[in-house]
């Protein structure tokens, strides 16, 4: 993943004034650069077991959470003892790492990392499908 960035940003220049402002000229064109690179770097991410990977390390690093008690099918609530306001900041951590918008309807449905990572793989492929 971090050679797909590389590459990529090594074919986004951004020019930066003399006074370390950065004043675009185009900003539609560096919006549709920027909405590139994420999907880009998502699509390069999909792989499930990475995913799951990161989704377990993430919830693992939750300071509430009882480390050895996390698995891909330990539900958040029951067995891991969160409440609904420690979920929202663990959806908030997973919106975070994998720069996705979860509504709150479907983070409702999060009941343990499995869903999450299926969560972020449809995600990441609806955007890459997007792609114009």
Do not use: W
Not at 81 to 106: G, H, K, N, T
């Amino acid at each position: 993943m971090q050679s797909l960035r590389k590459t990529i940003l090594s074919y986004m220049r951004i020019e930066v004034p003399a006074k370390g402002r950065f004043v675009p000229e185009n900003l539609d064109g560096m919006y549709r650069h920027m909405q590139l690179l994420r999907r880009c770097s998502t699509a390069a991410s999909v792989n499930e077991d990475q995913v799951m990977d990161r989704v377990i390390k993430l919830v693992k690093k939750f300071d509430k959470i009882d480390a050895a008690k996390v698995t891909e099918k330990a539900d958040f609530q029951k067995d891991l003892s969160l409440d609904s306001l420690d979920r929202v900041e663990l959806v908030m951590a997973f919106e975070e790492e994998f720069s996705v918008e979860i509504p709150d309807a479907e983070a409702d449905k999060l009941k343990c990392c499995a869903d999450v990572a299926k969560y972020v793989i449809s995600s990441s492929n609806e955007k890459v499908s997007e792609t114009p």
